[in-house]
C-alpha cells in the first residue's frame, strides 16, 4: 500500500490559470502535511505546511486538507512559468513509535506562457 | 544569507567502499536530517538528529549507516558496505528548533555506486 499518493502528471496550466495539485495518504494517523517544491536538479523547498482541516492560505497558494477523506491539495492561483517544478507532498505518519515524514513520487506541473 | 551545503557534489565510489557524506547545516540550527533520492523516484527520510543522539530513523536506515556530529559545525552520514542501490543523491537538512517544520536543504550530494 503506496504511503502517499500523487498523480505523477504532467499537469499542464497556462500562465495566469489555477493550478490543482491532489496528494492522497494512507495512514489515518498522520499528523502533519506538507507541499514542497523541487525544481529539476534541485533540493525540494517547503511552501506550505497544513495541521488541521482547512484551507490554508500564503499568496498566491492554498492547502487543503480533509483528514476524513485522507487528502490534501494544493492550488497555486495565477501560475506562472516560474512555477513549473516538481510538487512533493509529504505527511508524518506513525513508524514504530515516532512519526516520520513520508513523501509521494510528486506532480509534474508545467505552466506555459 | 545562510545556507546549508553538503561536500562533495558528487561521490563515486565502488561497491563494498565506505563513504562519508558531509554537511555543515545552518549555524543556530539544533535538528538534522538527511533523505535520500533515488534518480526518478520519491525522497525517502533516513534519519533526524537532535542533542547528538538519534531522534527517529526509518526503515531504509539500516545497521550499514551511521550518523555523526563530530564538531560544532558538521553532520555526516557515514555508509559502511556500498551497495549499487545506494547510488542516490542524498539531501542534507536543518531546523532551527521544535517549533517550526520549515527544514532548509543542502544541494545534495550524488552518490555513484560502481
Known amino acids: 500500500q503506496k504511503e502517499v499518493e500523487q498523480n505523477s502528471g504532467p499537469l499542464s496550466v497556462p500562465e495566469g490559470a489555477i493550478a490543482s495539485l491532489n496528494c492522497t495518504y494512507s495512514?489515518?494517523?498522520?499528523?502533519?502535511f506538507f507541499w514542497y517544491r523541487q525544481y529539476s536538479g534541485k533540493s525540494p523547498e517547503l511552501i506550505m505546511s497544513?495541521?488541521?482541516?482547512g484551507d490554508k492560505e500564503d499568496g498566491r497558494f492554498t492547502a487543503q486538507l480533509n483528514k476524513a477523506s485522507q487528502y490534501v491539495s494544493l492550488l497555486i492561483r495565477d501560475s506562472q512559468p516560474s512555477d513549473s517544478a516538481t510538487y512533493l507532498c509529504?505527511?508524518?505518519?506513525?513508524?514504530?513509535?515516532?512519526?516520520?515524514?513520508?513523501f509521494g513520487r510528486g506532480t509534474s506541473l508545467i505552466v506555459h506562457p | 544569507e545562510p545556507e546549508v551545503t553538503q561536500t562533495p557534489s558528487h561521490q563515486v565510489t565502488q561497491m563494498g567502499q565506505e563513504v562519508i557524506l558531509r554537511c555543515v547545516p545552518i549555524s543556530n540550527h539544533l535538528y538534522f536530517y538527511w533523505y535520500r533520492q533515488i534518480l526518478g523516484q520519491k525522497v525517502e527520510f533516513l534519519v533526524s538528529?537532535?542533542?547528538?543522539?538519534?531522534?527517529?530513523k526509518s526503515e531504509i536506515f539500516d545497521d550499514q549507516f551511521s550518523v555523526e556530529r563530530p564538531d560544532g559545525s558538521n553532520f555526516t552520514l557515514k555508509i559502511r558496505s556500498t551497495k549499487l542501490e545506494d547510488s542516490a543523491m542524498y539531501f542534507c537538512?536543518?531546523?532551527?528548533?521544535?517549533?517550526?517544520?520549515?527544514?532548509?536543504f543542502g544541494p545534495g550530494t550524488r552518490l555513484t555506486v560502481l
Open positions: 509529504a505527511v508524518r505518519r506513525r513508524s514504530g513509535g515516532s512519526y516520520i515524514p513520508t
Open positions: 497544513i495541521y488541521s482541516n
Open positions: 538528529f537532535y542533542n547528538n543522539e538519534i531522534s527517529e
Open positions: 495512514d489515518r494517523g498522520s499528523q502533519s
Open positions: 537538512a536543518s531546523k532551527t528548533g521544535p517549533d517550526t517544520d520549515t527544514q532548509y
